[in-house]
């Protein structure tokens, strides 16, 4: 049988699982499929699966596996987090100081949460330092210096759900106004707007984001670039109308107690089931 045909045996859903959630070695993979240890690695690389270090998985204060809230947590980190270059420290920052309370918890971490005021705002600082879990999220696919250099993650197809809301309470929005504009021709002309969107200065990252939402939620979205100004790198926007906004949010917020930016479950909630509407998470 010809290489290429060999890898496609591999069913993708069965790998992630395997390799990402259950942490098989490749020569374990490579037995239970009763294929090379290269044949293998080449569909990891298909599939866009970063290949981990050999040996044991290391330990760490977190769990080095995938739940829905380490995908959630790790959504953040990949669209408003930092890695340091030092190989251990992470860092997220933000206004709502809740909501790092919410991050922490996903994490399993008790650091304190600092602020610290900038023109008279007022910020608030998550930092850790965890060498194991900072060389598992490399291995996953982030990189310290992740804002032009993000790509594909291998995030496995059940937590995605997770991991996109993360990324959308991280740098995304959710835009909801009223439209009047032609009420003046006709008073039934008044629209309620909705739009999700996603901002990233890497193309490749939102570009994986889209392929993975449409394959997953039907969605397809749409991709474009906002000018650079001065010496800045262009920002990517990937953004859903109402239509697929309207069929992503409940799909992002599928459960009533997920953990979540609530300023923003408040702005997706009308469009969601009736039974998130009186969550008060």
Known sequence: M??????????AGELRRLYCDD???IASLAEHFDLGQSTVRRRLAELGIAVRRRGPAPKSGVPLRWTNEIAYAIGALATDGNL???GRHLSLASKDH???VTLAACLGRT???TPSTTRGKTYYRLQWGDRQFYDWLVEIGLTPAKSLTLGPLAVPDQMFSDFMRGCLDGDGTIQTYTDRYLSAQNPAYVYQRLAVSLVSASRAFLSWIQSRAATQFGVKGALFVRPARGSAAPLWNLKYAKRESLRLLPSLYYQTDLPCLERKRRLAR???PDKHRQSTR
């Open 2 to 11: 010809h290489a290429t045909n060999k890898r496609q045996i591999i069913a």
């Open 84 to 86: 340091s270059g030092d």
């Open 23 to 25: 942490l098989w070695t």
């Open 111 to 113: 650091n304190a949460i």
């Open 270 to 272: 009308p469009f969601l």
């Open 98 to 100: 809740d909501w790092l």
